[in-house]
């Protein structure tokens, strides 16, 4: 069955990087367009980032544009999140899900990893 496995979280200080890389299996990886997705404790999840099938097209989140990358190794079957200069408000559950289709639902999700940010 596919499953997607996020890891590299953890803590850090403010001002700190982190990476994050979700691993894909039972998926033809490179026929995904693959995002990255946060939820804090007591909000809503939203969208981090994303990145097509072939790394052409990336899209961010305002609020992390500038100081997160994303990136995909299509012979690893994983993507990766480079988070730098990080905030006390990037404290998220961190999860990443792949997408076939070209609409914004995603067909698959990780379980998602724990990022906190402390001064």
């Known amino acids: 069955q596919v499953q997607l496995v996020e890891s590299g979280g953890g803590l850090a200080q403010t001002g700190g990087s982190l990476r994050l890389s979700c691993a894909a299996s039972?998926?033809?990886?490179?026929?995904?367009?693959m995002g990255w997705f946060r939820q804090a404790p007591g909000k809503e999840r939203e969208f981090v980032g994303s990145?097509?099938?072939?790394?052409?097209?990336?899209y961010y989140a305002d609020s992390v544009k500038g100081r997160f990358t994303i990136s995909r190794d299509n012979a690893k079957n994983t993507v990766y999140l480079q988070m730098n200069s990080l905030k006390a408000e990037d404290t998220a559950v961190y999860y990443c899900?792949?997408?076939?289709?070209?609409?914004?639902?995603?067909?698959?999700w990780g379980q998602g990893t724990q990022v906190t940010v402390s001064s």
């Open positions: 899900a792949a997408r076939r289709g070209l609409g914004i639902s995603y067909d698959y």
């Open positions: 990145i097509s099938r072939s790394s052409i097209s990336l």
């Open positions: 039972g998926l033809t990886f490179s026929s995904y367009h």
